[in-house]
């Protein structure tokens, strides 16, 4: 999987407004979080966040368990879950929604921003 892939599906990841009408599950955030952080950073070497941040040790047990991951299989992974879930139906809105309401596009051009995700 190609780094360019990996920027172009965490733009779209990233763009998401946190106030919008688009929702991600608890589980999507942290997939795409351990996968990120892992094609980013690598190994998860910093300690565990205290007893009362529930957030901070959610997100470091995802980031640690994808230990020994390697970058190109961290991109795909990453890539691999927004375009699989985009197809089917992602559990808070399809991709297509998704760019349609970032960039307030036609579904021609949403088809377009998938396939240079895909062809990157």
């Known amino acids: 999987m190609s780094k360019a892939k990996f920027e172009k599906a965490a733009q779209i990841i990233q763009s998401l407004p946190k106030d919008g009408p688009i929702k991600p ?32 040790k959610a997100k470091w047990d995802a980031w640690t368990e994808v230990k020994g991951t390697s970058t190109e299989e961290a991109y795909a992974k990453y890539v691999q879950r927004l375009l699989e879930e985009s197809r089917a139906s992602f559990p808070f809105v399809p991709l297509l929604i998704v760019v349609q309401i970032l960039n ?5 051009e ?3 921003y998938i396939a240079e995700i895909e062809a990157a």
């Open 25 to 56: 599950t608890t589980d999507d955030q942290l997939y795409f979080y351990k996968y990120y952080k892992q094609a980013t950073v690598g190994d998860n070497t910093t300690s565990r966040p205290g007893l009362l941040d529930f957030t901070g």
């Open 104 to 108: 307030n596009v036609g579904d021609e």
């Open 110 to 112: 949403c088809k377009k």
